[in-house]
């Protein structure tokens, strides 16, 4: 396909300094639930899941579970990071892919297609992209994972196909970059998903909450991060606006962003996750991210998914003023 074949995506975007645009925050993603291609037989009720397990190989049990827990912890995340979740309790990729294939010929796990819309190959089909599928908890895993983490949430199989499916896919993906690239360079010790803001159950909650530092007997150093997604399919700029306005309004009331579960003494920092620096550009031009009583930061897609140690410690910014002239300015956190 040519250029000039291709069709005009009807917005603007705003692309990496390659020129690229982010799967992750493609405006024309699009995805679907893939059946495997093996004999599939989906367990569909807590019973039959619980007897599937039952009969499982005791050599095999406990790592099937923990993978199926660390899929219900990631919502969403794309078979790469899982691997990589995995290495950190001793799995090697093969192991784990073995176990996936398994579970969602079995209906526990379910794995979802990318394509980007808009973009058709020599025959008028959708172009697939070869980056590993995202997957899900399917109806079997989501009923085991509730009968034994009772209390907890995990995403319901059909959250998927609903109405703005696709985006949720797409966050979620890129919010387990950052999860899983902080983890790998230790230097996030807790995360959480909708975290309670303010004072009322009915206040909106944030995307994530992530927590960095470190806590032992000697040394207790900790800090907070509150992140929020910027996705080009909506309009973020608006959305971002409203959603600081929120966290102004918490601030004047309390005096600091109340967080449950989070000591009012500690550094809580607003964080806008961005899929590249033109993006984070664009909302600190628009809204001017200097102009709230706390710290708004962007953290960039670009600066850090590209698989290097460490790369996501240098992949935020923050305002800068200098010469009466306001500037996002990278910035190095000191892990």
């Known amino acids: 396909m040519t250029n000039q074949d291709a069709p005009i995506i009807q917005m603007k975007t705003f692309p990496r300094e390659d020129g690229s645009l982010s799967l992750w925050d493609h405006p024309s993603f699009s995805s679907y639930k893939t059946t495997p291609k093996t004999a599939h037989r989906p367990t569909t009720s807590l019973m039959d899941s619980i007897s599937y397990t039952s009969r499982w190989n005791q050599d095999f049990y406990q790592d099937r579970l923990t993978i199926l827990k ?18 950190l309790a001793g799995f090697t990729s093969s192991q784990t892919s073995t176990h996936i294939r398994y579970l969602r010929d079995r209906g526990f796990v379910d794995r979802h297609k990318c394509f980007i819309a808009d973009y058709l190959d020599d025959e008028g089909q959708p172009i697939s992209l070869k980056n590993p599928a995202p997957i899900t908890l399917g109806i079997g895993g989501w009923y085991l994972m509730n009968h034994f983490y009772s209390g907890q949430f995990f995403a319901k199989p059909d959250m998927w196909f609903q109405q703005n499916g696709s985006a949720a896919i797409q966050r979620y993906v890129a919010l387990n970059e950052i999860r899983c690239a902080g983890i790998e360079a230790q230097f996030i010790t807790n995360w959480r998903w909708y975290p309670m803001v303010g004072s009322s159950v009915h206040t909106k909650k944030p995307f994530a909450l992530m927590q960095l530092g470190q806590l032992t007997e000697e040394y207790d150093e900790r800090s907070y991060m509150l992140i929020e997604r910027a996705q080009m399919s909506q309009k973020f700029i608006e959305f971002l606006r409203t959603r600081l306005e929120e966290y102004r309004k918490i601030y004047q009331e309390f005096g600091y962003l109340k967080v449950a579960g989070v000591d009012k003494e500690a550094e809580v920092r607003v964080i806008l996750s961005v899929s590249s620096f033109l993006v984070a550009k664009a909302l600190h031009n628009n809204i001017g991210l200097h102009k709230y009583p706390f710290d708004v930061w962007v953290l960039v897609d670009e600066w850090f998914d590209t698989g290097e140690p460490e790369a996501i410690t240098t992949a935020f910014a923050m305002p800068n003023v200098a010469n009466d002239v306001t500037q996002l300015q990278r910035i190095r956190l000191n892990t």
Do not use: S
């Not at 919502?75 to 899982?82: D, F």
């Open 70 to 87: 660390v899929i219900g912890d990631a919502i969403c995340a794309n078979e790469n990071q899982l691997r990589r979740y995995m290495a």
